[in-house]
């Protein structure tokens, strides 16, 4: 199974599971996987527990969905992810010299 026939497998669920990892979390408020590191990092997601760095993450279904009923919150976000990859693409192209 693909990723897209994952997704679209997962959203089409009935009943979600309580604690949804990065890529479901990604996909149920609308933004990429690699986004939700950055809004962790800004203090916009709290993973579960106190994972470590390099284990897997999990988020709350119930906070997930309280943030995706909030508009003020989605534009946050979603201004959060724009200034992040603002910021390092223009950083890359700097260091290309361009």
Not at 56 to 64: P, R
Not at 81 to 88: G, P, T
Request: net charge positive; aromatic share 10%; hydrophobic share 40%.
């Amino acid at each position: 199974m693909n990723i897209h026939e994952k997704q679209t497998e997962f959203l089409s669920r009935q009943i979600l599971p309580a604690r949804l990892d990065v890529f479901e979390t990604a996909w149920f408020l609308g933004f990429k996987p690699h986004d939700i590191p950055v809004l962790a990092g800004a203090g916009l997601l709290k993973p579960l527990g106190n994972p470590a760095r390099n284990c897997i993450k999990h988020y709350a279904t119930e906070t997930l969905q309280q943030f995706r009923r909030d508009e003020k919150w989605l534009a946050r976000a979603s201004e959060v992810v724009r200034q992040f990859w603002h910021a390092k693409n223009a950083r890359q192209q700097k260091k290309e010299g361009g």
